[in-house]
């Protein structure tokens, strides 16, 4: 056994650059895992930076100098986030505002709904079930409203914190964009020399990395406009909220269309019950989810979509559960990092090596 793992670690091991690259990846994720809140500001800012570098690039390739490019994309970019922060933002909150106040009264018509149920399926469910399942609402709710109370009571802060990444995104969004070929020179100069293998994995995922990234804010934009003019449409409730939700749900692959369902459905439920109008609704989300999942993805995720769905969750919830969201919107990128990363990985000797027997003594 232990001379198995002595051949395994000289084949994957032994080179110079394996360990170079081993040591950038560990120290990489090392600094991303345990300063990973820390560095937020920074990794939303160069997130940010990677979707207008496409933009900055294609007018840099029609011979505009990259200065002039960097400011007719930025100023566009900042007069947007102006328009979320004054505009959009208000507007989800008092939405979200009345959905709370209205709350109550839709748990007061699913408990009506709940009621009849031992009447039309007694043989499924009973009274004292039925209670049962009732007494855990009420304890959910009211563990609920402890959590938006104390939401309420730290809002305070939380204000402060927004303001602060308000002012220093779009700052370094802007230096990152201006200072671009001066940070990877940079960075660069304190790598070691034996870094061929590390660089053309970089420059793989790099490339991988800005496509992922405008693709995914493109996919939020689209779905999110879609959903909100067919809520708005049918006239849903809260229809800015919800295309918001929807639009920030492609984030998260497969389990975020499954989680958002839920909130439109019920509240098209409460507002117009078993009707056409609520027919329609769905089947319109429906049809907007698949869309979404067979045209806009394979269209904007050629190469990402090549990793099977089960690479994918896994991915989210192994990344997720170590970086958190950051962990969980990279978990597609970060997956074909691992991939990339395996097939040009250095061997110093083929593989069969391992199943071939010792030699004599």
């Known amino acids: ?127 004292a079930q039925l209670s049962e399942v009732m007494t855990a609402m009420r304890a959910s709710v009211a563990t609920l409203a402890q959590q938006l109370l104390s939401l309420s009571l730290a809002s305070i802060s939380g204000v402060f914190t927004i303001l602060i990444y308000l002012i220093l995104i779009p700052v370094l969004v802007f230096f990152f964009l201006k200072d671009k070929s001066q940070i990877i020179k940079w960075v660069a100069s304190g790598l070691p020399q034996e870094r061929q293998v590390a660089v053309r994995v970089w420059e793989e995922m790099d490339q991988q990395i800005g496509n992922y990234v405008r693709g995914k804010f493109a996919e939020i934009f689209v779905v999110g406009i879609v959903s909100y003019v067919a809520f708005a449409y049918f006239g849903l409730n809260y229809a800015t909220l919800l295309a918001v939700l929807v639009g920030l749900s492609v984030v998260v692959p497969y389990i975020g269309a499954v989680a958002v369902t839920f909130p439109v459905v019920l509240i098209a439920f409460f507002q117009w019950g078993w009707g056409p109008d609520f027919i329609y609704l769905v089947s319109a989300y429906l049809v907007i989810q698949a869309l979404d999942g067979n045209v806009l993805v394979p269209l904007l995720f050629s190469e990402a979509v090549n990793l099977h769905p089960v690479a994918i969750i896994a991915a989210v919830l192994v990344f997720g559960g170590i970086w958190g969201f950051w962990g969980v919107f990279f978990a597609i990128p970060l997956a074909t990092l691992v991939k990339a990363v395996l097939s040009a990985w250095p061997r110093t000797r083929d593989d069969s090596a391992l199943s071939e027997s010792p030699p004599a003594s």
């Open 1 to 127: 056994m232990l001379d198995v793992i002595s051949r395994w670690f000289k084949i994957y091991f032994s080179d110079p650059e394996g360990i170079i690259l081993a040591v950038l990846l560990l120290l990489g994720f090392g600094i991303v895992i345990y300063m990973g809140d820390m560095l937020a500001p920074l990794l939303a800012s160069i997130v940010i930076a990677y979707f207008l570098e496409g933009m900055v690039a294609a007018l840099t390739g029609h011979s505009v100098p990259r200065s002039v490019s960097v400011l007719a994309i930025y100023l566009p970019f900042l007069a947007f986030l102006l328009f979320l922060v004054f505009g959009m933002l208000p507007l989800m909150l008092g939405q979200l505002t009345q959905l709370a106040q209205e709350l109550p009264n839709m748990i007061g018509k699913g408990q009506q709904a709940l009621m009849k149920l031992p009447e039309y399926y007694p043989h499924f469910i009973s009274e």
